[in-house]
């Protein structure tokens, strides 16, 4: 039985050495390149003819935008607005990466940790930064919980900032372990439709199901990662 | 887009330095891929380097073209309905002015009619009167003409009395009275 556990291997495609930095084309870089390739392409296809009555494709395009920004209004405001083509990239990069990733034999880059947790990192530095760069200072008071009484205040604000650079753990970690779990799973059962012959069909039809229960998980993964990138901008934005 | 190349180019310089720390341990093999560190510097790269570009993209041409189609339906939704609602505008002043020129045809009317009663029986009895009066008249003239003609006729009758006495004397008893006489022996005999 194969390892269930190879596909996440990264294959070197076209080696890239820049000093000691191995940058290199992997199987990885494949798929977030087709990611980024297909959600352009994708949007630019569908809105082609700018057509007043949207046909299939532009439908879904504007769907898939006006669901970002009616996403990005609720949770973050209507100040998050001007950060609306961040979040719709981030959605939509990652949406595409983890749906690509249910088809069998490509590879799945929101897998990797390092790829969620430098997404989650970026998220992270970037709302931090627009705090401070909107309220200066004063964004510190973020961390202390409003209607707190004083002499909790000294054991209240570490919480708080413990909690707050967790986030892109919890973040990233989420997106990961979900979409590790789905196609590790996708692959054990894989390995046994073989090895039980004609009762291979029992853990065939596990994984039919398993794959329609993976559309959904690349879909509500993507959603809750922008979800909680709207809510942080909240706070940023707003402070609670 | 500057900015986040340069972005990319830290993240590549920091990813390039854990990389370098963790050469060694890259040795071990059979692990869980995704903590094999020598992938880490390539993973990141790329990443930066996709999510940039599909965000300059996106953000320069792909997403303006959403935002304008959208905008430019939400445009003719609104001038639509704004249309409909001065058609429907027009269409209740057009009933209303409709309305007002039937009440006031309809009063016109019926001034129209009332005078033209009024008229018609004025007439009437205009007419009537006069047709009375000269019924009357001709009824008076009538009675008139009536009563002359009797008293013609009774004064006739005595002069045809007297005739008739002149010619009977004569005849009968073959006698010449004068006209005087006869007509005094009528009006004795009248006066009887």
Redesign the interface.
């Known amino acids: 039985m194969a390892d269930p556990l190879a596909q996440f291997e990264i294959e070197r495609y076209v080696p890239i050495l820049v000093g000691n930095a191995d940058l290199s084309f992997t199987n990885s870089s494949l798929w977030m390149v087709v990611s980024a390739g297909a959600v352009y392409g994708l949007v630019m296809l569908g809105t082609r003819h700018h057509a007043m009555v949207p046909g299939r494709l532009q439908s879904v395009v504007e769907l898939t935008y006006e669901f970002v920004a009616d996403l990005v209004r609720e949770n973050a405001g209507k100040e998050g607005m001007a950060y609306f083509p961040a979040v719709f990239t981030l959605f939509t990069f990652i949406l595409m990466g983890n749906s690509l990733g249910v088809i069998p034999g490509i590879f799945t880059f929101t897998s990797h940790i390092i790829v969620t947790f430098t997404l989650a990192m970026g998220v992270f530095l970037g709302v931090t930064a627009l705090g401070f760069w909107l309220h200066g200072w004063r964004f510190l008071s973020f961390f202390v919980p409003p209607g707190a009484p004083k002499l909790m205040i000294p054991v209240l604000v570490p919480i708080e900032i413990l909690s707050y650079c967790f986030r892109p753990i919890s973040l990233s970690i989420r997106l990961f372990v979900n979409m590790m779990a789905g196609h590790t799973m996708l692959k054990v059962f894989a390995g046994f439709i073989i090895a039980l012959g004609v009762f291979g069909v029992a853990p065939l039809a596990v994984n039919v199901a398993l794959t329609a229960f993976e559309i959904g998980v690349a879909f509500l993964q993507a959603y809750i990662f922008t979800v909680l990138t709207c809510i942080y901008l909240h706070d940023a934005i707003h402070m609670h | 887009m500057g900015k986040l190349l340069s972005t990319a180019g830290l ?3 920091f ?2 330095r854990l ?2 720390a963790a050469g060694d341990a890259e040795a071990e093999g059979g692990g ?5 560190v ?14 940039a ?3 300059y ?3 320069r ?3 303006p ?6 905008e ?2 939400q445009d ?1 939704i609104a001038a639509d309905l704004d249309r409909a609602a001065r058609l429907r505008q027009e269409a209740e002043d057009t009933l209303r002015r409709y309305n007002a020129m039937i009440e006031e045809a309809q009063a016109r009317a019926r001034t129209l009619l009332h005078t033209a009663q009024e008229r018609i029986a004025s007439e009437f009895a205009e007419r009537q009167a006069a047709l009375e009066k000269e019924l009357h008249d001709r009824i008076r003239e009538a009675e008139e003409r009536i009563a002359a003609a009797r008293e013609k006729a009774l004064a006739e009758i005595d002069e045809v009395a007297a005739e008739l006495v002149q010619a009977a004397a004569q005849r009968l008893a073959s006698l010449k009275i004068t006209r005087k006489d006869a007509r005094a022996a009528v009006a004795r005999v009248a006066g009887e």
């Open positions: 993240f590549a310089v990813a390039a990389a370098a869980l891929p995704q903590l094999d020598s992938t880490y510097p390539s993973q990141i790269f790329w990443l930066i380097l996709s999510f570009v599909l965000y993209l996106l953000t041409k792909a997403l073209r959403v935002a304008e189609i959208l430019a339906r003719r």
